[in-house]
């Protein structure tokens, strides 16, 4: 029998692996290193940016013909499961994301889908920076950042073009042998006046998986295409308007609750349905990038939509449900740069949010309506600390399936700090309060006959308390993190209800570099509860998971003149052995180790063939945060077995 996995010993034996690396020479590969992406934002280095995450360079160009499990491999506090991407739910220190603000490229985003499949699918070959702000989120993060935020930024061109060139692109094929899985996407780009432009097609197709041990995994087949269109033009002074669109479709057949392998007992299902799922944004923007002093404004307005139809054939065929989630949102802010060091932001936002139940019998709707007014404030008074806090306003509409309307409004605080101990040592804290609002429900559950006279709009708790170390090519971190939410909203198809939710738990991380390669490491412990008492994953269900001890580690290394780059990562998850509330069973552990090769032959310029085994050992298991593990009756949907892939990608 395999003994029993231990993060904490992984995580030591990783950092003792680090430091015995001599250090070659003082040049560093940052590619696995999140340095590099902090440094792209303009406050990576303020206090509310103490316990963000960043998505790293290296992260972010392997994931990209692949799905958001493959973008956050790497970041412990962050978990994805679902294992197909219609399916896939993120939970950040354990917390569902439904309770963070998210935005990409500004425009907030639809956090609202039927209960069966993602909220927020996105294809990460879109996307140049991944920022995730965790529990105490600014002021300028948006409305209603219950749990904190995510910020997603898709590519330019610039990006995309080699300096001095006003054409170019890339090309990429995959394919994945477990699922006969092809995938292929273009990127085309150029430039010339000041006008930008930039295309970008993907397509990714091919059969059911198997599950470690060999299972076929039905429904489980890709089927997925991915578009985006950006234009923009930037003036000699720095004034840059840019107008952004993207979608992406996936329709096809899929398991029955498409996050669910199989539930015992209950009434006969068909074991798969069609899920025609389609997620898309746009937005249109303004700023000057080359503004400084005391008048320095951004706008951005935009939609994003959530269609989820299904085919519901046990009923009277031909018989589709419709759920269609929408928001139109605008934001007008302006940052007063005070000195190099601090700056005050300021700004009002605004947002329409409506969802949309309907079928052959009828439909059912609600909205809400908010403004919020807002002010953060990042200050570094004296040499070693840094201060930021804001408060922001918010005055919600809310309508109901019934017509019945309220309206709510609140304030919300946030303050954070960070102190040099010592050249090498900061010590942080964050603290804040947030008007949750009322959110709007999952569509697939709407009833016209709710009862709202007893709903009551939300309000969270955040703190977090960490450190930072870093001395020469390590780097060390972590935080204790508790959030709590007061009158979140939930209930079934019976009847609304409120719940107080709370997620509390540890994370802790590991940076090394040394010459041509790098190691991230970091493991997360959350512990979640509802109503005071230790949650099951139904209990828990939009508001968060049980999750336990998550880990993760990644590794690369390029030989000194050498085309190849070797690298690896391990994704684990300790035995979950606490039984909560109506759950029936423990959530057994498991660790998986995926290798990767990379070669940059000198013979074809810009060509990098990259060859991968995922699940090296074929493990069979369920990703932590994938619905159902807590349950003898519930078979998890399994991640694949054993993958081998081949990724070739041509810049041009």
């Not at 499990?69 to 197909?84: H, R």
């Not at 500004?106 to 920076?129: T, Y």
């Amino acid at each position: 029998m395999a003994a029993p996995f231990t993060p904490r010993l992984i995580l030591v034996a990783g950092a003792a692996a680090a430091l015995a690396l001599p250090a070659l020479a003082q040049e560093t590969v940052v590619l696995l290193d999140p340095i590099t992406l902090r440094a792209l934002d303009a406050d990576g280095s303020a206090a509310d940016r103490g316990a963000s995450q960043y998505v790293a360079a290296a992260e972010l160009e392997r994931a990209r013909m692949g799905d958001l499990k493959d973008l956050f491999t790497g970041i412990a506090s962050v978990s994805v499961g679902g294992a197909i991407p219609v399916a896939q739910k993120i939970f950040i220190n354990g917390v569902d994301m439904l309770n963070l603000s998210v935005t990409v490229d500004g425009v907030e985003q639809n956090n609202r889908a039927f209960h069966h499949v993602s909220a927020n699918a996105i294809d990460p070959g879109l996307l140049k920076f991944v920022r995730v702000d965790a529990g105490v989120a600014a002021a300028d993060a948006g409305p209603h950042a219950v749990a904190g935020a995510v910020v997603m930024e898709t590519v330019d061109a610039a990006d995309i073009l080699e300096d001095g060139r006003s054409f170019g692109g890339n090309v990429r094929l995959s394919y994945g042998d477990n699922g006969r899985t092809f995938g292929r996407a273009a990127t085309l780009a150029g430039q010339m006046g000041g006008f930008e432009w930039l295309g970008y097609l993907k397509s990714a197709t091919g059969d059911d998986y198997q599950a470690g041990g060999g299972q076929t995994i039905r429904g489980s087949a890709a089927d997925l295409q991915s578009v985006l269109l950006k234009l923009a033009h930037e003036t000699p002074g720095g004034h840059r308007i840019e107008l952004s669109g993207q979608r992406l479709r996936d329709d096809t057949l899929r398991p029955y609750r498409a996050n669910i392998g199989h539930i015992e007992g209950g009434a006969p299902l068909p074991e798969l349905r069609r899920y025609d799922t389609t997620r898309s944004s746009w937005s249109l923007s303004y700023e000057n990038t080359q503004a400084g002093g005391l008048w320095d404004p951004r706008f951005v307005i935009g939609r994003s939509e959530s269609r989820v139809h299904v085919d519901q054939p046990t009923v009277m065929p031909p018989y589709v449900s419709k759920g269609d989630s929408d928001t139109f949102s605008a934001k007008l802010e302006n940052r007063f740069h005070l000195s190099d060091a601090n700056s005050v932001t300021a700004g009002i936002d605004w947002y329409d949010r409506s969802s949309t139940y309907s079928d052959p019998f009828g439909g059912l709707d609600e909205n809400a309506r908010n403004i919020g007014l807002y002010a953060q404030a990042r200050l570094e008074p004296v040499e070693r600390l840094d201060l930021s806090f804001g408060l922001r306003w918010d005055r919600q509409d809310f309508t109901g399936t019934s017509g019945w309307k309220d309206t709510n409004s609140g304030f919300s605080g946030n303050a954070s700090l960070a102190y040099g101990l010592t050249d090498a040592l900061v010590l942080r804290a964050g603290a804040s309060t947030v008007f949750g609002g009322i959110a709007i429900e999952d569509n697939y559950i709407f009833n016209g006959a709710w009862d709202y006279d007893t709903l009551r709009p939300a309000r969270a708790r955040n703190y977090t308390l960490g450190f930072d170390y870093e001395a020469g090519d390590l780097r060390l971190d972590g935080e204790l993190f508790l959030t709590q939410v007061d009158n979140a909203r939930g209930g079934t198809y019976r009847g609304i209800e409120n719940f107080d939710f709370e997620s509390r738990g540890y994370n802790l991380g590991l940076g090394y570099g040394w010459n041509g390669g790098y190691l991230r490491a970091s493991i997360s412990d959350s512990r979640v509860s509802v109503n005071g008492n230790p949650a099951s994953s139904y209990e828990a269900l939009d508001f968060g998971a049980p999750l336990g001890r998550v880990f993760s580690i990644e590794a690369q290394h390029t030989p000194q003149g050498s085309a190849f780059t070797y690298g690896g990562s391990i994704e684990a998850a300790a035995k979950y052995d606490r039984i909560e509330g109506d759950s029936d069973r423990t959530i057994p552990g498991y660790a998986v180790l995926n290798l990767f090769a990379e070669y940059a032959p000198e013979q074809v310029e810009a060509l990098v063939l990259r060859a991968e085994v995922a699940n090296l050992f074929d493990k069979d298991y369920a990703d932590r945060a994938t619905y159902g593990g807590d349950y003898a009756t519930v078979t998890p949907l399994r991640e694949p077995g054993r993958t081998f892939s081949l990724v070739a990608t041509k810049r041009f």
